[in-house]
């Protein structure tokens, strides 16, 4: 397993910013979020490989730009979000994007379901394809306005959109919050291409806590070998964070 940081937690700073506060703390790895981008433009994406070879960090993963769709007028705009991030994702030489479903908790299963056609099946995981990028869905938590927190969610999402390729996003914060760890490692270990790390409210993990323990354990035993992504709170201090970078370390050792 790799060790890596999201860097969505620096996304007030400016891009050099956030990169050199991703290398003061020591991380070789970095999961690029596109929070870090203040607003999309096409062309930006040069800049970001700029900054990105300038800073000699190495990008595993990217998070894609997300617009969790409430009326079908906007499924133009969670496309261009999903093309724009698969098209960063080129630019900074990964090959896998952490996607959210893009519809709404609130929107009826009609509608979903053809929002959920319209946004993966006709626009994103062909362009994805083409670009040779392998997509993993997110689970989320029941505070966010996206669908897809637990297994007959996720399934449904998965039964429209998913094939052989689909990974899965596995956020611990997430599955703490929701009690959803066991079942969905129980349905999804063997898909897990990237991990979200952190305790609830993605509050750093800096004590080898029972709960992450067993979790770690049972990652290894589905021989996962992905990034580790420590998925932090804005206002995390620094310190905190270099604390649980530490005890990852340590952890990963093991692993
Ligand atoms: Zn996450």
Excluded: W
């Excluded at 062309?43 to 894609?64: F, K, M, P, W």
């Excluded at 399934?155 to 429209?160: W, Y």
């Amino acid at each position: 397993m790799k060790l890596s940081l999201s860097n969505g937690i620096f996304s007030k700073l400016s891009l050099n910013g956030n990169f050199a506060a991703v290398k003061q703390l020591g991380f070789k790895n970095i999961e690029f979020n596109m929070k870090a981008i203040k607003k999309e433009h096409d062309r930006d994406v040069y800049r970001e490989q700029r900054a990105l070879a300038a800073s000699g960090l190495n990008c595993l993963t990217l998070h894609s730009a997300v617009l969790h769709v409430k009326d079908p007028i906007e499924i133009h705009q969670a496309v261009y979000y999903g093309k724009i991030s698969l098209e960063c994702a080129r630019a900074l030489g990964v090959s896998l994007m952490t996607f959210h479903s893009n519809v709404s908790k609130k929107l009826p299963l009609n509608i979903r379901e053809r929002c959920l056609n319209e946004i993966f099946n006709d626009e994103i995981k062909p362009f994805a394809r083409k670009l040779g990028i392998k997509l993993a869905l997110e689970n989320l938590s029941y505070t966010s306005t996206g669908f897809g927190k637990n297994v007959s969610q996720l399934e449904e999402i998965l039964s429209v959109i998913g094939d052989k390729d689909m990974g899965i996003t596995f956020d611990l914060c997430h599955t703490l919050e929701t009690k959803q760890t066991d079942k969905l490692m129980e349905k999804y270990g063997m898909r897990v291409c990237n991990v979200h790390m952190a305790d609830k409210s993605h509050v750093p993990f800096t004590q080898p806590k029972p709960e992450l323990c067993c979790f770690m354990e049972k990652l290894h035993s589905y021989r996962y070998d992905g990034p580790i992504t420590l998925e932090l709170h804005n206002g995390t201090p620094m310190e905190e964070i270099a604390k649980s970078k530490a005890l990852f370390e340590n952890l990963l050792k093991k692993f």
